[in-house]
């Protein structure tokens, strides 16, 4: 018995290679590798492009570099060691940026394609060869359906065809592998789709409530009518987009390769989640949007874990994306960001402005709000929306607590002493009163036998509305809650003249710090007049608050789990049950049914 051939190195196709003085600059696919410093890399690629089954004239054209003798160059001895060591390290470099792939010594030559973007080519080749796809459409013969089977018929991959009367005209549906993974593609009056390869079932399955998403128009202001002739070839050009993304989403799931999404790479997708292509005739467009929710049990789906405020904001990204989202996605526009910053979105309340010190936690803010206006139609009771348990929970208890406050104060009122030196608590005071100019009154009350505070500014005149209260918060310390009482009173007025006629007004909590300086450390030199600071502060005070207010309001509310009760009894959720489905599978928690709260 004779040990196995070890396998073949080969330049992967479409590499190409310029000269450069004293050196090379080598790109293909997905990296690139420039090598300078010796004269002699000329002469060693000359002898590495044909161990790796490619003369020069292949990856240099036409011109190439001329063999070394054309050159006035003398010719490398192959056995001499040195060039022995020169050529594996420059084989290493190759291997590190990616140029290189391995084939079975021996075997057919997998497709051109596959070795541009394999490592191992013929492992590939293999699965594929016994995918066997399946391609169903009502009419093969219309132009989407012709068109995915000639991809298929190009990659090497002939399908069987069959007619599916139960699929709309303008979908088909493509499977292979086993177990049969699955595509659907399809047009719509704006553009297509193309869903993520899953089990056949959920694909005609994601297929009909995209279809019911994309309607015409959309989620995108700018889709519109295209200029006369601007669309001249655009419906085979768009048939040809759909059918070659369906057709490489198909196989490649079915030989194992990563989904061409890139989920990792793109900053709006969700690691682990699918990702639907969309498309548009016009403008021209497509990308991959993600898909948080659908007719599948989100019980088979088990979201990572929200760590940062970057985590949180991608799901933010995700629930409010402008073809496949649940939500209205915040966004500042043309709201100011000084002194505080805003950020609007619709709701089923209307317009809502959600203000905080950045822009970010803004947008955070007012997701978390939308979701729980939403949410509160269906479900019964108070509902806290957070991203991640811990945020939910702070949300839920200042809630409880401002709730159990009512309009009288807890104990009596502090003096201005134990807040107003505070740098972040004095800031947002004088903003309030001196740079916007209005009449407020802050008092900082302490709740009874708890270091827990409520700050209650009030305005005078009573143009602030019910009992004349602007803003209240709850937190650790006086000086916190004054800074965030004084800080949602800002908001609330910019909201008021800035915002739109009537818009409902959520204010930034210390809630949100935890996520906010989360993986991040202030500078050594900062002091709580920064910003990011006085949040690590309210962040580490955190804990400690949630368990007095926990004791004080008796709140212990039991997250919503999909596949579990229904919270809102009777099937009352119906409404809200795309939103939860999506918050969950996005990392969020929802809490609600507050039955322990006194």
Not at 457 to 473: C, E, F, I, L, N
Request: proline share 10%; with cysteine; glycine share 12%.
């Amino acid at each position: 018995m004779t040990a196995a051939e070890p396998p073949r190195l080969r330049l992967r196709p479409g590499v190409a290679v310029t000269p450069l003085r004293n050196g090379l600059h080598l790109r293909g696919r997905d990296g690139s590798v420039t090598l300078e410093g010796s004269k002699a890399l000329p002469a060693l690629w000359e002898l590495l492009s044909e161990q790796l089954g490619h003369g020069t004239e292949d990856v240099l054209g036409e011109e190439g570099y001329g063999r070394g003798e054309e050159a006035g160059r003398p010719r490398l001895d192959p056995a001499d060691p040195r060039v022995e060591a020169a050529l594996a390290a420059l084989t290493e470099q190759l291997h590190a940026n990616d140029l290189l792939a391995e084939y079975p010594a021996g075997a057919a030559e997998p497709a051109a394609w596959l070795g541009a973007c394999v490592q191992r080519p013929g492992l590939a080749a293999a699965a594929l060869a016994a995918a066997r796809p399946v391609v169903a459409a009502a009419d093969p013969d219309e132009p989407l359906a012709a068109a995915l089977i000639s991809v298929l018929d190009r990659a090497g991959t002939p399908p069987e065809v069959y007619r599916d009367t139960g699929l709309p005209a303008d979908r088909v549906v493509a499977v292979a592998g086993t177990p049969p993974v699955a595509v659907a593609v399809a047009r719509t009056a704006d553009g297509g789709f193309v869903t993520a390869p899953a089990e056949p079932e959920r694909a005609r399955a994601d297929a009909e409530s995209i279809a019911a998403r994309l309607h015409p128009g959309t989620g995108s202001s700018d889709t519109g009518s295209a200029p006369a002739g601007a669309t001249t070839g655009a419906p085979a050009a768009l048939t040809a987009l759909l059918a070659g993304a369906a057709g490489q989403r198909l196989l490649c799931a079915a030989a194992g390769l990563p989904d061409p999404a890139g989920r990792e790479e793109d900053p709006q997708l969700l690691p682990d989640r699918p990702a639907v292509l969309v498309a548009l005739a016009w403008p021209p467009h497509a990308s991959y949007r993600p898909w948080v929710t659908g007719p599948a049990d989100p019980a088979t789906l088990s979201p990572a874990p929200v760590a940062n405020l970057a985590d949180a904001l991608r799901g933010v990204g995700a629930l409010g994306d402008p073809y496949l989202g649940v939500l209205d996605a915040p966004r500042p526009g043309d709201l100011p960001q000084l002194p505080a910053a805003l950020a609007a979105c619709n709701s089923v309340a209307g317009p809502l402005v959600a203000g905080a010190p950045r822009t970010d936690l803004a947008r955070l803010s007012a997701a978390c709000r939308a979701a729980e206006l939403h949410l509160g139609e269906g479900m019964p009771g108070p509902v806290a929306v957070g991203a991640g348990p811990g945020h939910a929970l702070g949300r839920a208890l200042r809630r409880a607590a401002l709730a159990a406050a009512g309009s009288s104060c807890p104990d009596r009122a502090l003096s201005e002493e134990e807040w107003r030196e505070h740098p972040q608590a004095r800031h947002w005071w004088t903003v309030l009163t001196r740079h916007l100019g209005l009449p407020m009154e802050l008092t900082v009350h302490r709740f009874p036998a708890e270091q827990a505070y409520l700050a209650v500014v009030r305005d005078p005149a009573g143009r602030a509305g019910t009992a004349g209260v602007a803003a209240r918060a709850v937190e650790a310390t006086p000086a916190d809650a004054a800074a965030l009482a004084a800080l949602g009173g800002v908001t609330r007025a910019m909201a008021a003249e800035h915002g739109p006629a009537g818009a409902v007004h959520t204010a930034f909590s210390g809630a949100e710090a935890p996520l906010a300086v989360a993986e991040v450390e202030p500078a050594a030199w900062t002091d709580e007049g920064w910003t990011d600071r006085w949040l690590a502060g309210i962040a580490r005070r955190e804990p400690d608050l949630c368990a007095a207010l926990t004791r004080l309001t008796g709140l212990r509310p039991d997250p919503w789990q999909p596949g579990g009760a229904d919270l809102a009894g009777s099937g009352a959720a119906g409404s809200a049950g795309p939103v939860l489905a999506a918050l969950h599978a996005c990392g969020f928690t929802i809490l609600a049914g507050w039955g322990g709260a006194r």
